[in-house]
């Protein structure tokens, strides 16, 4: 293979940029699996509360914060779902390179509607259970752990670990 076609990298690989495609793919691909089997579970829960006998006493607030929630659960499913349609779609093509991009983009994108989904429902299933002014803080902080774990540890290393090249 010529040197052209395959390049040398700091960090080791010695790939070309199908293969190196073909590796980010399947990276994206068991992302999704982990995030995906929660958002479907999530959501098949959250789409069954409402034929529920104690849905019809809840107050239109908390109504209105369950709508919200399971149209963010959908969004996030679709966005999970949206890379491996994106592969069927654009497979064959030889533009695994973007479609990698793209599938990562929807991840992400998914990710952070997931990340409103377990909020919002967190905070309906706590108005209910606790009727309570703490309600919010409890919510306020899970999130920041939420926040901490997938976003500011993850950027703290890799601020922390990689080269400024």
Do not use: N
Request: net charge positive.
């Amino acid at each position: 293979m010529d040197t052209d076609q395959r390049k040398g990298r700091d960090d080791g690989r010695d790939e070309t940029e199908a293969e190196r495609a073909d590796r980010r793919w399947q990276e994206v691909i068991q992302e999704i699996r982990v995030v995906q089997t929660g958002v479907q579970i999530l959501l098949g829960f959250l789409l069954t509360v409402v034929f529920t006998p104690h849905f019809q006493r809840l107050s239109q607030t908390d109504k209105t914060i369950y709508v919200v929630t399971v149209v963010l659960g959908s969004l996030a499913t679709g966005a999970l779902i949206g890379p491996v349609a994106l592969h069927r779609i654009v497979s064959g093509r030889r533009i695994k390179p973007r479609a990698v991009i793209w599938a990562s983009r929807l991840t992400f994108t998914g990710i952070l509607l997931l990340l409103a989904t377990l909020t919002s429902a967190l905070l309906l299933v706590l108005r209910v259970a606790m009727d309570d002014s703490y309600v919010p803080w409890l919510v306020a902080g899970v999130l920041v752990w939420y926040l901490l774990c997938w976003f500011a540890l993850p950027l703290w290393v890799r601020l922390r670990y990689t080269s400024g090249d």
